[in-house]
């Protein structure tokens, strides 16, 4: 399949660039921290086909629900991380009996272990702490403070400890994990020292620190993983080493949103007494699901011109467009902030033209809406050849999820 016969809209991954990335992460960890585990963040893209090529490039499964827990078995991961406030106990006693990296979130999960009688097992915990006050405007959540794990400050942290010590369950390892706005290396220096810090504290013997994800992928002028890593590396020496110590990161969006690509066709154009709206068969949902980013990568792809059968090149417009003043970019749905960006003083858009979104890899899939088309189709891209690895859905895809076997 090559570039003209892609069914719009459509995602597209590029594996090379997926691979890439993949490799610069695990040269990072083997440089700075040669006892890891990298693990995949299934929420932020949970699509089959990227999952079997992390699985396949040794990452393995960072899940965070019962759901996300039985794909993982299904598709055979063989080494899982199991996280987050809602696992299912069902789960929860199966990850522990089966060897799973365990990090409790939450005080139900131990009494899910103390009455279980597991005793032979190992577990981690997940650390709440003031993260805004050693970041100051920095954190996701601000003054207002994270949700997650047990509190260190309130002494929470230190009541886990103590349960588990008095059930006879190990606890072998610190879950750190914490959303940025800024994502930047001051965040994972925090996240490490405090892992040495309360393991000085607690006189604690870690078989792990978990240090989550969160981290820049892909991006000019930003850190990258060999900066991370050196990071925390600094930090963790302090009290650990390689040989006693495994580091485990967590990668969701620097892994999969880089190569990623959202394509759409131009399908109308029409002037009104606002100016000209460019109609397009993609959406705003598509690639950038809650509507909260003011600007988007991309890309412009001229009906028949150089560059178009390959899908490479940027913005090569034929000489005979005029340019325009204004030309707003419109998605199909009825909601009229389904808007994507505006075109200052570009040359005319018409039908058949495309508009390729970069960078879009992250949250996007796992939280388009099934709101008047169904899901896009998304293909892999490997050395200019394209494959269909989703099928778009159509009516009897969205009736068979819906109502299997009563049509």
Known sequence: MNWNELQTPCYIIHKKELDAGIALLQAALEENWNHYTAGYSFKTNALPWALLQMKEAGLCAEVVSEDEYDLA????????????????????????????????DAGRELDWLEESGLRDVTVGLRVNFDLEAECPGE?????????????????????????LDKMGVKLSGLHLHASSKTRSVNIYRALARKAVQISREYRLSLSYVDIGGGYFGGMDNKPKFPDYMR????????????AQTMLIVEPGTSLITPPVEYVSTVVDCKDTHAGRFVVTDGSRSDIDPLHGKRSYFHKIRYGGTPGWAAGDGDDICPPERTPMEKQVICGFTCMENDRLFVMENKAQLRPGDRIVYQKVGGYTMCLTPLFIRYFPAVYAEENGAYTCVREHWGPEEYVAKSLPGNI
């Not at 996280?83 to 929860?92: A, E, H, I, L, M």
């Not at 009996?97 to 990090?103: D, F, T």
């Not at 996701?140 to 509190?151: C, K």
């Open 231 to 242: 990071a925390i590396r600094e930090e963790l020496l302090a009290g650990f080493t390689p």
């Open 73 to 104: 078995v299904y598709l055979g991961f063989s080494k899982i991380i199991y996280n987050g406030p809602v696992k299912g106990k069902r789960t929860f006693l199966h990850a522990l009996r089966s060897g799973a990296i365990v990090n409790l």
């Open 139 to 163: 954190t996701s959540s601000g003054r207002d403070g994270g949700r997650f794990g047990f509190s260190y400050e309130t002494g929470g942290l230190r009541d886990a400890m103590e349960r």
